[in-house]
Antibody
Framework: QVQLMQSGAEVKRPGSSVKVSCKASEGTFNSNSISWVRQAPGQGLEWMGRIIPIFDRTVYAQKFQGRVTFTADESTSTSYMELRSLTSEDTAVYFC?????????????????WGQGTLVIVSS | DIVMTQSPDSLAVSLGERATINCKSSQSLLYGPNNKSYLAWYQQKPGQPPKLIIYWASSRESGVPDRFSGSGSGTDFTLTISSLQAEDVAVYYCHQYYSIFPTFGQGTRLEIK
């Protein structure tokens, strides 16, 4: 069964950047995509975007466009999420997730696996 | 973006009784060529990541107890737990993956009465 292991919690200053890693089981990137979803304290789930490693394609939610970058290293089966210009509103748990398939257009595919989450706290 | 609206926001059900959660999408999630609705349900327990329980609106993920079932098509969907167990206490989210920009419902908190 595919597992996603994320990097540890981070505390950041407003205006700085954070980079979260997500290591997947070997071979995961061959036929799947990685989406990033965040959850603010006590709140619901917010989709941030997706990377399709075998096509090197990314799709970002409009809200995060220009402020977030997803990358993937196929040699290590690791995906990264970098979020810049942090504010207190970015305090959240960030999840990497495995999306079944490599659809680049609508309709898409469901998320079947979640990482354990990475808590990012933005505070002065 | 497709807006997903769940009802109710919270629900208290007695052990052994039926629990029903509804989800409505602002656009149809039904894809004509394969007649599938691109709707999933997730269960999230405190301090844990969400867990997939239903996909294609009504297909149960492997290992999920058969007391969980999903129904609906197009814009209206339902998650039913036929006989509530203590371990089912959680927040449940519907999720549309039809759009290139997937979205989630706001969540429904399920508790024991």
């Amino acid at each position: 069964q595919v597992q996603l292991m994320q990097s540890g919690a981070e505390v950041k200053r407003p205006g700085s950047s954070v980079k979260v890693s997500c290591k997947a089981s070997e071979g995961t990137f061959n036929s799947n995509s990685i989406s990033w979803v965040r959850q603010a304290p006590g709140q619901g789930l917010e989709w941030m975007g997706r990377i399709i490693p075998i096509f090197d394609r990314t799709v970002y939610a409009q809200k995060f466009q220009g402020r977030v970058t997803f990358t993937a290293d196929e040699s290590t089966s690791t995906s990264y999420m970098e979020l810049r210009s942090l504010t207190s509103e970015d305090t959240a748990v960030y999840f990497c997730t495995k999306v079944r398939g490599t659809a680049v257009s609508s309709p898409g595919m469901d998320i079947d696996t979640w990482g354990q989450g990475t808590l990012v706290i933005v505070s002065s | 973006d497709i807006v997903m609206t769940q009802s109710p926001d919270s629900l208290a059900v007695s052990l052994g009784e039926r629990a029903t959660i509804n989800c409505k999408s602002s656009q149809s999630l039904l894809y004509g060529p394969n007649n599938k609705s691109y709707l999933a349900w997730y269960q999230q327990k405190p301090g844990q990541p969400p867990k997939l329980i239903i996909y294609w609106a009504s297909s149960r993920e492997s290992g999920v107890p058969d007391r969980f079932s999903g129904s609906g098509s197009g814009t209206d969907f339902t998650l039913t737990i036929s006989s509530l167990q203590a371990e089912d206490v959680a927040v449940y989210y519907c999720h549309q993956y039809y759009s290139i920009f997937p979205t989630f419902g706001q969540g429904t908190r399920l508790e024991i009465k």
